[in-house]
């Protein structure tokens, strides 16, 4: 047998001994990128949406709840809350939307991991809605998105008087800025974080 018989003949085993194992660890290796602590369905039923008050008493005075017309999509619908939910990656961001009322829009890398977003509106009449995971902090900024051209709204409807708040965990609210797009069709609302969103109209008597 010749040198490099000998050599082959150890080295071979070796380097199959060596892949073996180099295979062994990275099948064992946990690339997840989601928290370890809790799965999105144990944070949802953590942090169940809250109940939305009774619409004619308004969030906070001098307000009260954007309310949907007759003849919109969700009024022929019952009382139960509407859901939506999509499972979203962080690279490829994504939107996730309950026709006819409102939609998040989430650009690429904005989420810190891949989540299953959910949007629920509580009461079909009024324009408020719950986000969820709650909580959860985004890298940049998600857009809601309002669709407001299809609340069935009065032809003299006021949209100067038309207001976005979130809802802190103590309850209290906080305004939002806003913009319009497409003469008063959408109502844009920008984000780093979830919470309950609603949409409210000032009270002028």
Known sequence: ??????????LIPSLLCAMV???A?????D???????QNDAEMLAANPPSAIPVAEKGPMPGYRYLKLGPNHATSTLDDDPLYASRFIQAWRGGEVRISNFVRVVVPRWTLPYDVNLTITVPDPE??????GP???QFN???QIIWEIHEFDLPDDFDYDSVEAWYENDNGTFEPLQTSWDWNYAHLTVYTNHFSRYIITQKVTS
């Open 25 to 29: 660890v990275s099948c064992s290796t």
């Open 126 to 131: 009024i324009a408020a809605a719950e986000f």
């Open 134 to 136: 709650h909580p959860l």
């Open 140 to 142: 940049g900024y998600v």
């Open 21 to 23: 194992m180099l295979l």
């Open 31 to 37: 690339f997840s990128t989601a928290p370890d602590l």
């Open 1 to 10: 047998m010749t040198i490099s018989q000998m050599i082959r003949k150890r």
